[in-house]
């Protein structure tokens, strides 16, 4: 079982940065695929980002490529979202997800966090 959990939300202003964390339990995640998605208010769930475990790929929303970079930190278990240059459209919730094969669909990931809220304001 992999417990995955959020930290790092907050209320920013507009061309602020954030990092989010997203520490996982099971210490065996060489194998998994660490997923960043988001969900605004009356919309559906989006995919953010994700990561492999090793570090050797990365894939980005054409939203946020550019001023949003994921990593990772194998000796802490966790892997980061750094959010910069933020917008009010990027206000969700944030949450991590580990999964076995890597890609955007939300079906991918078998765990899930409880979510961090991101809100910025212009």
């Known amino acids: 079982q992999v417990q995955l959990v959020e930290s790092g939300g907050g209320l920013v202003q507009a061309g602020d940065s954030l990092r989010l964390s997203c520490a996982a339990s099971?210490?065996?995640?060489?194998?998994?695929?660490m997923g960043w998605f988001r969900q605004a208010p009356g919309k559906e769930r989006e995919f953010v980002a994700a990561?492999?475990?090793?570090?050797?790929?990365?894939d980005y929303a054409d939203s946020v490529k550019g001023r949003f970079t994921a990593s990772r930190d194998n000796a802490k278990n966790t892997v980061y979202l750094q959010l910069n240059s933020l917008k009010p459209e990027d206000t969700a919730v944030y949450y991590c997800a580990a999964g076995g094969f890597f890609g955007r669909d939300f079906w991918r990931y078998d765990y899930w966090g409880q979510g961090t809220q991101v809100t910025v304001s212009s």
């Open positions: 990561i492999m475990w090793t570090g050797s790929r990365t």
């Open positions: 099971a210490r065996t995640l060489s194998n998994h695929v």
